[in-house]
């Protein structure tokens, strides 16, 4: 079979590279005999559960799914109704790049803030405040945030904390889109007890597919009667997997050595080589603070397509010339330093 994959490994999404070897390893292991489907009466699923119960310190439901839209909008679906809201900064993934399926799955309404550096704070959550108990408004009742952010920053855990606090007091619940939940945790040093159970948060999506996996997410609830009736929502949701097995034997493995940790550090470590050589070059200049596994920076609008073509990334801002460029698991050195010879000579 002769397949047609690119040369280069670029730098246009953290989903763009391949799956870790252990997992492969683990997708091998899992093919094996039969299994129940479905996750029932399945002792893996079990096994997987009582995993993230240890990594969250928490007695936490689980549920997989295939995908990160899947994991969110079943997640704001199940804690709304449909004349309540969620509050989410405009740049959200929920908000911008889930082609409408909140508003179609949840049937209601995201309240957006401006938020420059992809996070929100809860002074920005007061002025939704007003709505609550007028029948005329939607009633707001989860804040969303992204940890990562869709800008590369982070919440520190106190800005979490001060998160979940203002909700819980105003009878709202906090859902955390943790698509990059590793590479977090990783640039914080903090364990998932540390940045979720512990600062409160009531429901997350839990990422796996851009840090190593094939595919598979995990919806968690810290509370777990929060998940009551899930299952079928998630079934509905058309985001139950037959052969479920594969799903899970991936996040077991995940879990397991910290293989979470390894790559995150892997795709951390490499954005911060990056941002470093990308500083010195005349005529590049970073556009926002480098916390995690991505690196944004201005260029010369001539380059642009010109280093496309040898390494792919994305434009993040036409306007400004501004780019996204999105390290792996799997980047190495010698790719960074690839790209900025590449970015050097053809400014020259
Ligand atoms: C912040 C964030 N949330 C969620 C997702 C999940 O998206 P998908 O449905 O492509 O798995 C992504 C992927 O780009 C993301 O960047």
Redesign the pocket.
Known sequence: MNLQLLQTKGFA?D?WSGVSPEVMEALQLANQLHHPSYGENDPMMQQAEKRFQEVFEADCKVFFVY??????VLAVQHMLKSWQAVVAPHS???NE??GGAPEKFTGGKILTVDCPDGKIRPDQVVPFLNSIGFQHHVQPKLISI?Q???MGTLYSLQEIKALTDYAHEHGMYLHM?G??IANAAVALDVSFSEMVSQTGVDVL?F?G??NGLMFG?AVVFLKPELAEGFEYNRKQGMQLASKLRFITAQFLTYLEDDLWKRNATQANAMARLLADELQQIEGIKLSRAVEANGVFALMPEKLIPQLQKEYFFHIWNESQNEVRLMCSFDTTAEDVHGFVAAAKRLLK
Do not use: F
């Open positions: 999404s989903n995908n990160g839209t899947g994991a969110n959200a993934h929920l790049d889930e992204s990562v952010t869709e889109d698509a990059r999506s990422g597919t851009k997410e």
